[in-house]
Every structure is written in structure tokens, then in C-alpha cells.
């Protein structure tokens, strides 16, 4: 799963998702709860038995163990990893008889730009006859998506906006009054709704999109901002700095553009909130009270009298990377097409943490991949032979922005039109059966109603994404499929251990979170326990097999915003 901060589509798709989707979205957004929304909890403790379809912890546990293993090198695009990744993955599905994409090819290229950033060590910030000194990794990340040898940043003013958003439906706009052309726009992170306060604000706790790192930078480009630094926060961010360091360092992967990023902010940053605060003390200004204002509606942004001079040095690299793709022809509707996603790839080799500098994501996405094998197997296995066809894809840079999965969105191998469905693997959890299922999402499509149906039959209940503050939706490839309008399912048992209950599984999902995500201990462990992995991918297949035998197509419900998109494409 991504995190800071690329940008993976372009922003008139982006402004039209907002714009035609925070209009009555409150019904079917996902909301937090604390119990399940239409059924009761289960009330026996007992497993229910598995049947005898392939998916089974022994071939899960095989497969990770193979993706997440040293040799790999953590699996980054454009390294030997890759090679070896996307080599298993295919050759895999190949022995399970399944047919190669269009065109003879397991194999979807995906061209890329890599560009290897190297930021000055410090940064300048000078006016009103004062100045601070920030360190680059100790308190900034600095990079660019512009495809040049070098960004400098010279004397720069520095503007405070607020969260950096301009909302119309919800009357809110954090550069009215600004002038930030050629200038470097300090943001908070998330959005006006996070701080709780004021429950009317946006969505409330729950992130909408206005709230994510990309949409921040497009709109400060849009403003002709030279730069967008965006203050880290733990709390309403859901990861420490940490993870921010790992995911923004060195070797950064983009999508290339026509005008070689040129229509992107010069400068891509993040500073800790304690660097923040320094900031704004040196600018004669109170980060608590600037805080405050920025969550009242009215709030107007200010210049903050200090400059930014840093510089970034680059190497620009164009390649090549792969998604991986097979098929399960329907028999009798082979012209409509079910889609299973997860992406392969992870961080690579990187700063050595406790002397391990290998990132082998093991369950971020080694899981996802193993789920995928694993369903090909049940369907292969079955009786009754899908009579829609079943697309297994493996898509490469998710860690870096969802890349692959919205080439493939935006080059799909099948038509869209025809598409059925998305379900998406991202981290199959390795702490046992679970009683809930936890849908990302929930209330956006017919999709939850096929997952109800499954998690019925393993005696599960289902509830939505209990910390919607965190954005979670936009955080994995099954957004690449919304947003082009076909319904996507992201479902996996997240709160409530069978055995242990809902603080040991929230306890385990936060000891994660703190210590194993992005991080070179997210290595497989024999001594997981995958029963609740092999659940979760059972119970996509199942949602699969129904969804395969049906002549209908689930809908987007009313008030979702990629439900206009669908409906395009497929008039009802």
C-alpha cells in the first residue's frame, strides 16, 4: 500500500471525481462504527470448516516465502527483483494452465521515468532579518517530478494555506485572496474535517479526497506555486515519519508526461511538525493558532515573510517496468471479464534498519500476489468453470503511486465497458481467522452485497473501514478501477480475532502499522498465522464465482462519485 506522496492521474480526471462525487455522498460513504451496519455479530467463537477448493495457508505461506524471500531484493521495479518477480508470477500462472494476455504475453510493459533525487543536505529558510536551518531527512523530504538534472530553489517566498484546498461544494477555498505564483505553499496534512471539531466540515473524521498528498500538489500547480511542502503529522496522517522517509528517498518512479513534468510543482516536500513549528516561530507566527484558523470556514492564508533557497540533483532514466497479466477464459461469456488485482511490487533495498536493508513486503504485497495464485488454483480446481472470464493481474509501482494498475486503466488489455468488476489484495493479514470483514469503501457499490453473502457463509459479519481518517481508499489499485468507473471491492477481516477478539486485532494491525510497515521487518515469519489470509482469499473467490455465473452487472450505488463514470460506459 502507497503512501507519500505521487501523483498518478491527471488533475482534470481528479477535479471531475471531486466535483461530481461530494454531492450526497454522506449515504454511501464509508462511516465508522463500531459494530456491524445491517447484521449482528456472530455469536459462536468456532471455525468454520474450509472447504476443499486449494486455498489453504500451506500454499499461501509457499508463495510468500518465495516473493518476499532476500533473493528478490524487495521487489522494486527496474531491478533484478522485478525480473525475478514477475518471472515467478508468470511462470506460476502458466502452470496452472491459465492463458497469457492479448497479444501471446504474460506481460504488460508500463513505461516509466525513474528519477534518482538528491537533495541538499539542508535547507535555508531566511527573512525578517532571521533564518532556520532544517536537515534533509531529520526534519525534510525534498523531491521533484520535474525530469530536469537540477531544481534549485532560490529564494522562494513561503505562504501558510491552510490544507492547500479549494472545495466549492463545500465552500471552502484555502487560496482566496493568496497569490502563490513562484512561491512555496506550506500545507497541513489531511483535510479541514480530520481535526473533529467540527463534524460538519467536509466529511468529518472521515479523509475525503481533497485530503490526499496528490491532490494537494496539483492544486498548488494549478495556483503556478513553485513548491508544496506538506507538514507531517502522525495522528491524522496514520503513519510516522518514518514511513514518510522510506517511501520518498532516493529512486522515485513516474508516469511519463508529454511536457516532461513540467506542469507539476518544481518542488514535492514534507516536513515533520516539529520542523514546522520552528518555522513558523522564526516567522514571528504560533503553529497552534495557525492551526486553529485553518479549521474554521473563512480561514484566509498569509505569507509567512520567510524564503526557501535548497536545491534538488537529479538523474533522469526512462524504462520500462511490467504488470503481469493471464486469464481464465469464460465459457460461455468470455467477452466479460472479472478482475483479481494486487501489486507485486515493494520498496527494494534501502537505509539499513537494525542492520537490515532489504524490504522484502512480505505482507505488503507478497499476500496480495499469493492470494492471487491461490484463487487461480480454486479456479482451477472448481467444477463448475467461470462462464465470465477471470483476469488475474499483477501490477507493478503501486508502492509508488498506483502506477500500474492505472496504466492498465488507462490502457486496459480488456474493455472497461465489459469489465464486471475489481477485487482487489493489498496485505492479507497474517494473525489468524477473523469474525469481521471490513470492507474499504463501504457503501460505494453492489459489491458489498456479494461480500455480505460470502462473509455469511464463514459465519462473518461485515462492517466498513473503522479509521476512514486515513483515506484508506485511495490507497490501493483498486482505486485505479473506480475512478475509471468500474466497481472495485478492497475487503479483508481487520478488527475482530476469532480466537482472541477485537483489542488483539487492533493491537496487532497497530504494532504493524508502528514497526513492520515499509520497513525491512515486514519479512515472512513461519510462525504466522495465515488461516485468516487464506479466509480473506476465499472469500474473493466465492464473491468471484458468483459474480462469473450472473448475466447482470453490479451497479455503483446513487451518490457514489465514480457512478456517473460507469454509467457512460454502461447505461443502465
Given at each position: 500500500m502507497p503512501l507519500p506522496p505521487f501523483r498518478h492521474w491527471l488533475a482534470p480526471v481528479a477535479a471531475g471525481l471531486l466535483l461530481a462525487g461530494c454531492q450526497g455522498q454522506t449515504s454511501t460513504s464509508e462511516t465508522a462504527t463500531t459494530g456491524p451496519p445491517a447484521e449482528a455479530a456472530p455469536t459462536d467463537t468456532a471455525s468454520v470448516p474450509a472447504p476443499n477448493d486449494g486455498i489453504t495457508p500451506a500454499l499461501l505461506a509457499r508463495h510468500i516465502k518465495v516473493l518476499a524471500s532476500d533473493e528478490f531484493g524487495g521487489r522494486r521495479p527496474f531491478t533484478a527483483g522485478e525480473d525475478k518477480a514477475t518471472a515467478y508470477l508468470a511462470a506460476e500462472f502458466k502452470k496452472l494452465g491459465l492463458q497469457p494476455g492479448p497479444g501471446g504475453s504474460y506481460f504488460q510493459p508500463v513505461p516509466l521515468v525513474e528519477i534518482v533525487g538528491k537533495p541538499d543536505s539542508t535547507a535555508t529558510l531566511a527573512g525578517q532579518g532571521k533564518s532556520l536551518t532544517l536537515k534533509y531527512r531529520t526534519d525534510y523530504m525534498f523531491l521533484t517530478e520535474r525530469e530536469q538534472p537540477t531544481v534549485e530553489i532560490k529564494n522562494s517566498p513561503l505562504v501558510f494555506a491552510g490544507y492547500g484546498v479549494v472545495a466549492p461544494e463545500y465552500k471552502w477555498d484555502d487560496y482566496a485572496g493568496l497569490d502563490v505564483k513562484g512561491k512555496t505553499v506550506v500545507v497541513l496534512i489531511n483535510d479541514p474535517g480530520n481535526a473533529g471539531n467540527d463534524t460538519t466540515l467536509f466529511k468529518g473524521r472521515e479523509m475525503t479526497y481533497y485530503g490526499r498528498w496528490m491532490y494537494k500538489y496539483e492544486e498548488a500547480a494549478r495556483h503556478g506555486a513553485t513548491g508544496l511542502i506538506i507538514i507531517h503529522d502522525t495522528k491524522p496522517a496514520a503513519y510516522p515519519w518514518t514511513v514518510v522517509?522510506?517511501?520518498?528517498?532516493?529512486?522515485?518512479?513516474?508516469?511519463?508526461?508529454?511536457?516532461?513534468?513540467?506542469?507539476?510543482?518544481?518542488?514535492?516536500?514534507?516536513?515533520?511538525?516539529?520542523?514546522?513549528?520552528?518555522?513558523?516561530?522564526?516567522?514571528?507566527?504560533?503553529?497552534?493558532?495557525?492551526?486553529?484558523?485553518?479549521?474554521?470556514?473563512?480561514?484566509?492564508?498569509?505569507?509567512?515573510?520567510?524564503?526557501l533557497t535548497t536545491t534538488l540533483h537529479n538523474k533522469i532514466t526512462y524504462k520500462t517496468s511490467k504488470n503481469v497479466v493471464a486469464v481464465l477464459p469464460g465459457t460461455t461469456r468470455p467477452q466479460e471479464y472479472i478482475i483479481y488485482s494486487a501489486h507485486w511490487d515493494h520498496l527494494g533495498i534501502g537505509p539499513a534498519v537494525r542492520g537490515d536493508s532489504i524490504y522484502n513486503g512480505a505482507l505488503d504485497n507478497a499476500s496480495g500476489c499469493a492470494g492471487l495464485l491461490a484463487i487461480a488454483t480454486a479456479f482451477r480446481q472448481a467444477k463448475e468453470k467461470?462462464?465470465?472470464?477471470?483476469?488475474?493481474?499483477?501490477?507493478?509501482?503501486?508502492?509508488?503511486?498506483?502506477?500500474?494498475?492505472?496504466?492498465?486503466?488507462?490502457?486496459?488489455?480488456?474493455?472497461?465497458?465489459?469489465?464486471?468488476?475489481?477485487?482487489?489484495?493489498?496485505?492479507?493479514l497474517a494473525f489468524g481467522p477473523m469474525r469481521d470483514l471490513t470492507i474499504?469503501?463501504?457503501?460505494?457499490?453492489?459489491?458489498?452485497?456479494?461480500?455480505?453473502?460470502?462473509?455469511?457463509?464463514?459465519?462473518?459479519?461485515?462492517?466498513?473501514?473503522?479509521?476512514?481518517?486515513?483515506?484508506?481508499?485511495?490507497?490501493?489499485?483498486?482505486?485505479?478501477?473506480?475512478?475509471?468507473?468500474?466497481?472495485?471491492?478492497?475487503?479483508?477481516?481487520?478488527?475482530?480475532?476469532?480466537?482472541?477478539?477485537?483489542?488483539?486485532?487492533?493491537k496487532q494491525r497497530q504494532?504493524?502499522?508502528?514497526?513492520?510497515?515499509?520497513?525491512?521487518?515486514?519479512?515472512?515469519?513461519?510462525?504466522?498465522?495465515?488461516?485468516?489470509?487464506?479466509?480473506?482469499?476465499?472469500?474473493?473467490?466465492?464473491?468471484?464465482?458468483?459474480?462469473?455465473?450472473?448475466?447482470?452487472?453490479?451497479?455503483?450505488?446513487?451518490?457514489?462519485?465514480?457512478?456517473?463514470?460507469?454509467?457512460?460506459?454502461?447505461?443502465?
Open positions: 522517509q522510506s517511501s520518498n528517498g532516493g529512486a522515485k518512479l513516474h508516469p511519463t508526461t508529454p511536457d516532461h513534468g513540467a506542469r507539476k510543482v518544481a518542488l514535492e516536500g514534507w516536513m515533520t511538525l516539529d520542523a514546522a513549528k520552528k518555522l513558523f516561530a522564526t516567522a514571528g507566527q504560533n503553529y497552534e493558532a495557525l492551526y486553529a484558523a485553518a479549521n474554521k470556514a473563512g480561514f484566509r492564508g498569509k505569507d509567512l515573510g520567510l524564503s467461470p462462464q465470465r472470464s477471470i483476469v488475474f493481474l499483477a501490477v507493478t509501482g503501486e508502492e509508488q503511486g498506483l502506477l500500474g494498475s492505472d496504466y492498465y486503466a488507462q490502457h486496459p488489455l480488456f474493455p472497461l465497458k465489459n469489465t464486471v468488476a475489481d477485487l482487489n489484495m493489498d496485505e492479507l474499504t469503501g463501504y457503501g460505494q457499490s453492489a459489491l458489498d452485497d456479494y461480500a455480505r453473502a460470502a462473509a455469511k457463509e464463514q459465519n462473518r459479519y461485515v462492517i466498513p473501514y473503522q479509521h476512514p481518517e486515513t483515506g484508506s481508499y485511495y490507497r490501493s489499485d483498486h482505486f485505479s478501477f473506480a475512478k475509471v468507473g468500474v466497481p472495485a471491492l478492497y475487503a479483508s477481516g481487520a478488527f475482530e480475532s476469532r480466537l482472541h477478539g477485537k483489542a488483539f486485532a487492533e504494532d504493524f502499522e508502528a514497526n513492520d510497515y515499509h520497513q525491512p521487518s515486514d519479512q515472512y515469519n513461519p510462525r504466522w498465522d495465515l488461516r485468516g489470509a487464506a479466509q480473506d482469499a476465499r472469500l474473493l473467490f466465492r464473491v468471484g464465482q458468483q459474480l462469473a455465473n450472473e448475466t447482470t452487472f453490479p451497479q455503483w450505488k446513487p451518490g457514489s462519485e465514480f457512478r456517473a463514470v460507469r454509467l457512460k460506459s454502461r447505461p443502465q
